[in-house]
């Protein structure tokens, strides 16, 4: 059964105009159509319209808040402590990366600490903006636990996320946007769906116990960390940079997005950008990063690889793809977004 | 067979006096001497006196520089530029760092990068310095190439490693200094001594396919990143935020400490400083780090698990114990230190 193909213009319209009908502002419902567009461009599925539902089930529930008025709690030189009010996660984040490439270009480094905002989409979303700015860009997010520290059986941090961004000059700019842990929870779903086992290093039972089935996983298990100790350390990390640093919640204070969908999340992030010209002219820097692409391009590879890559690489060839291709939805997805167009009373995208 | 414990007090004395007779001025060898010695407390003997010797062989091959002039070349409001000019790795961190507090405190966050340097030690070293000033610390360095990229078989990256030190309240600072790498060198070898096999996931053959055989490793192989294509993606951040940002050495370019001891090694560093007052009342940020660490410690527990620690908490308690009981060194250490007593006219350590 092939994917349905739809462009990503008209989808991204389409998620606007749902938006706009859940009582978001006309630019909340921009950016945030934008926010999974984006991912979906760049073949990360897991964060573009497949979240459409839970966003507009928490708008309706009103826990994702609507024309949210966005509090800047103080700030210093290079530095800012954003409250995000329970608003849309994609605008909360873009205006928090604003005011850190804002900062950077006047001091020559930005770091603002965002606390009370939700779901927030692509790491990278945020990260790359620095790019066109003639900056190096950062951004990472808690989120609902979904892991324990090394050695625990409880839920209690979050598959924490982090990218960066930095511009190349003849190549695109290496794009690292990663979680904390070894995998996410969609592929164990996935192996649920497949009767398929799971590597024992995915995933946890109840107890603590690492194990290869994704039933016992998915019943009251855990993700386990990426790298055993070094994961839970970043993940830790994270939390103390987002949640902790900001005054919001982390750890198990987080609550996950399809959990208890009348509740806030209360989702903390961070965001940062480093001005380039304030170490060396600009082009100067795109020159020596495209030179560590080349020799990384051009290491001799092992046997079986084509190609040796940079982070982000596969990523930006996939956008250029789904840009003329359009964006594959499969049935479910394609169901769900049917779904909701009837009850929004919008006019069916597909 | 035991090892002899010295205590820490005499074997920093013994170090400072080597680096003096080899050159350094007081302040140098004071510096570096420290820096050994933190490690060694911290149970971190891969950078503390197993060192020694090979700075010393490179201060007198003139590869290391005595009494260097440190040369800042920019700075705006939160960042700063420095040429170690070849200088001694920890003198050039020092300085570095020190500037990163400086801006820090001034504007809410520094961040200093560093080119033409030397092996710096641990990164937790310059880390924790900003604990006692309010700040959340960071410090990075990039290394002389023992990793290809994923996919690769070429040695084109170091081992590359970051640490991160935020200050508690009643619980030690926590303290996350880790490598890119899946294991050092120094854990091959061991097997190697020890005839025993290797994991895996630790090394590559010079083919860049997963060995078990340490000696297959060791001859020409490749260390293999954390995690895989997420460590090769950190691994290179690395490279992007210390060499690349610098303007000095990075991937392939770097020297390893051991190679070729007359040439510059040109390692690069970078270093952070985030100033908490800027976001809220330091105290009150001491008790989220505390509650963070307490929802960790009190996590259940799988089984044949007898406590949940967050990162550099044993480090933290070895450091008190060997304030006590002295820092174990090894026949093989114990010969080298003798040996490097006799040759430069010292007293003997033991």
Redesign the interface.
């Known amino acids: 059964m092939s994917d349905l193909r739809v462009s990503a213009a008209l989808l991204r319209e389409f998620c606007r105009d749902v938006f706009v009908r859940c009582g978001l502002t006309a630019p909340e419902a921009v950016t945030t159509a934008d926010n999974l567009l984006f991912a979906n461009l760049r073949g990360v599925d897991s964060h573009g319209v497949i979240r459409l539902k839970v966003y507009c089930d928490r708008l309706r529930a009103g826990s994702f808040k609507r024309d949210a008025k966005l509090q800047w709690i103080?700030?210093?030189?290079?530095?800012a402590?954003l409250d995000g009010q329970a608003g849309m996660g994609a605008v909360v984040g873009q205006a928090a990366m604003a005011m850190a490439l804002a900062k950077a270009s006047?001091?020559?480094?930005?770091?603002v600490?965002v606390r009370n905002s939700n779901h927030f989409g692509a790491c990278a979303f945020y990260a790359l903006q620095a790019v066109e700015r003639g900056c190096?860009g950062f951004a990472a997010t808690n989120a609902g636990p979904s892991m324990?520290?090394?050695?625990?059986?409880?839920r209690?941090l979050g598959n924490n996320a982090f990218g960066?961004a930095?511009p190349a000059g003849r190549h695109a700019p290496?794009v690292?946007d990663?979680a904390t842990g070894?995998v996410a929870w969609g592929k164990i779903f996935l192996a649920q769906q497949e009767k398929k086992k799971i590597p024992v290093t995915w995933a946890?039972d109840k107890?603590?116990?690492p194990t290869d089935d994704p039933d016992v996983a998915a019943q009251g298990g855990l993700i386990q960390p990426?790298?055993g100790?070094?994961?839970?350390?970043?993940c830790?990390?994270i939390?103390?940079?987002t949640g902790?640093?900001?005054?919001g919640a982390?750890?198990?204070q987080v609550r996950t997005l399809y959990d208890k969908i009348g509740d806030p999340t209360e989702v903390a992030h961070c965001f940062g950008a480093?001005?380039?010209a304030?170490?060396?002219p600009e082009n100067?820097?795109l020159e020596?990063?495209d030179l560590?692409i080349d020799?990384?391009h051009q290491?001799?590879?092992?046997?079986g690889?084509e190609?040796?890559?940079?982070?982000g690489e596969i990523e930006h060839a996939t956008a250029q793809r789904r840009s003329r291709e359009g964006i594959p939805i499969n049935a479910t997805l394609a169901k769900e977004l049917r779904e909701l167009a009837v009850e929004l009373n919008l006019p069916a995208l597909f």
Chains 1, 2 share one sequence.
Not at 229 to 234: A, R, S, T
């Open positions: 103080g700030e210093s030189p290079s530095t402590l006047a001091s020559g480094l930005g770091y600490a190096i324990a520290p090394s050695g625990g059986c409880e209690r960066f930095i290496i690292l990663m070894a946890l107890y603590g116990v990426m790298a100790y070094k994961g839970y350390g970043l830790l990390l939390d103390l940079l902790v640093l900001a005054g982390f750890a198990n480093l001005r380039i304030s170490f060396m100067e820097f020596r990063v560590l020799l990384m290491c001799p590879a092992a046997p690889v190609s040796i890559l940079v982070p």
